[in-house]
């Protein structure tokens, strides 16, 4: 019983170490990352860093860039983007956070996310023809991952929209709900 008690404390431990580092290291990059997050960006660079994010592309020849989730997530919705014709490629890290990445359902997905979390596609299994845009996803996951699929709902999506503008006003980091709903929903 001692060693069962020995190896909990241990893995507790190590996991209490491991949140301490990713929130240090968090901070670190929280600083030196300088998004690139304006709808029509061919390449974007976005951050999720003990907060929301809620983006939509609208790049006429998406080439793809970098997604960081640390302890934070929200929507990356690229349906309104149009592919480079030679594909597009995102490298994400998620610690501790992830998203949900949204993508039309005919797109190719090629994905390399290694760690203790992953990448999921939740898209329905169809065959897309090899002509088809093709968007590769590689990176790292830990205790945190990405799922891609082809809807979100748009009460979900302006939900996160309302949360980033109130983070960006300086209100509370993780507002998800304003007081007075927005119209139509």
């Known amino acids: 019983m001692k060693s069962v008690g020995r190896l909990v404390a241990l893995v507790s431990g190590g996991f209490m170490i491991a949140s301490i580092l990713g929130t240090v ?22 951050a999720a860093i003990f907060g929301p994010i809620a983006f939509r592309s609208t790049a006429r020849e998406f080439r793809g860039g970098t997604v960081d989730c640390w302890y934070g997530g929200g929507v990356i919705d690229l ?13 994400v890290r998620a610690i501790f956070g992830g998203a949900q990445i949204v993508i039309p359902e005919s797109w190719l997905l090629t994905s390399n996310v290694v760690g ?13 023809p090899d002509g088809s845009p093709h968007l590769t996803i590689e ?8 799922n891609v699929v082809s809807e979100v ?9 309302r949360a980033v503008a109130a983070r960006k006003a300086g209100g509370l980091p993780f507002a998800t709900q304003d007081p007075q709903p927005a119209p139509g929903i």
């Open 116 to 128: 203790l979390g992953g990448l999921n596609d939740g898209r329905p299994a169809v065959d897309r």
């Open 139 to 146: 990176g790292l996951a830990m205790f945190g991952g990405y």
């Open 153 to 161: 709902s748009e009460k979900e999506l302006a939900g996160l929209e």
């Open 25 to 46: 290291a968090a901070l670190a990059a929280k600083r030196r990352i300088v998004e690139v997050d304006q709808p029509d960006a061919d390449e974007i660079t976005l």
């Open 79 to 91: 349906r309104g983007a149009v592919l480079d014709p030679a594909g597009a490629r995102l490298a």
